[in-house]
């Protein structure tokens, strides 16, 4: 896995799920840099934007019997792209919702 722009992606393929293109705001990135523009003259995206649009990754292999995980908001998430792929046998939990891709 790998992440190229703030796009996620799984084995050379782009993830549509919670995190491609830049799902946190629902657009890719010149989406959302042309609405922005169209309802202020003087656009700039923040550095918090600015950030989030040019993150990357290298890719990674995970074990098996491991995951990745992404916190859902990047900006503030301590996850798999700080500590890494967590062993199944850690998780604990019970699946409240799942979204397929």
């Known amino acids: 896995m790998e992440i ?32 922005q523009k169209e309802s202020d003259s003087n656009f700039k995206l923040t550095q918090e934007e600015n950030d989030f649009f040019k993150q990357n990754m290298v890719k990674i292999k995970i074990p098996k019997e491991h995951i990745f995980v992404l916190g859902d908001n990047w900006e503030r998430s301590v996850d798999s792209r700080h ?19």
Do not use: S
């Not at 796009?7 to 989406?31: P, R």
């Not at 500590?83 to 891709?101: C, D, H, S, T, W």
């Open 4 to 35: 190229k722009k703030g796009v996620v992606y799984v084995n050379d393929k782009k993830l549509d799920g919670f995190y491609g293109v830049a799902a946190k705001y629902g657009l890719t990135e010149q989406e959302y840099i042309d609405k």
């Open 83 to 101: 500590f890494g792929p967590v062993p199944l046998k850690n998780i604990q939990g019970k699946v409240l919702g799942a979204r397929g891709y």
